[in-house]
Nanobody
Framework: QVQLVESGGGLVQAGGSLRLSCAAS????????MNWYRQGPGKERDLVAG???????NYADSVKDRFTISRDNAKNTVYLQMNSLKPEDTAVYYC???????????????WGQGTQVTVSS
């Protein structure tokens, strides 16, 4: 099995910054895409940003030029640097990874437990 553990959430004022981390552990042979999603109160879970194993990135329009996704392949960790935060960024943030485990021939998708980000106005 594979576990994803997020950290770095919290309460911040509008205009502030936070850095989220998500570390993957377990019987990991390889990780392909790693993504950050978020789910606000009463809303669906939406993709915020994604990064491939080669480092190519994509972002939701609402966070472009404010958020930066990066990864450390040696540590099986993905990061989300969030700047110029707005109250509408308030949500539970989840990481997601596509993983190939030792002994398996199939890629599996795993989710973290989520970390709360609250932005006050």
């Amino acid at each position: 099995q594979v576990q994803l553990v997020e950290s770095g959430g919290g309460l911040v004022q509008a205009g502030g910054s936070l850095r989220l981390s998500c570390a993957a552990s377990g019987r990991i042979f390889s990780i392909n895409a790693m993504n950050w999603y978020r789910q606000g109160p009463g809303k669906e879970r939406d993709l915020v940003a994604g990064i491939s194993s080669f480092g190519s990135t994509n972002y939701a329009d609402s966070v472009k030029d404010r958020f930066t996704i990066s990864r450390d392949n040696a540590k099986n960790t993905v990061y989300l640097q969030m700047n110029s935060l707005k109250p509408e960024d308030t949500a539970v943030y989840y990481c997601n990874a596509q993983v190939l485990e030792y002994g398996s021939s199939r890629w599996s998708r795993y989710w973290g437990q989520g970390t709360q980000v609250t932005v006050s106005s």
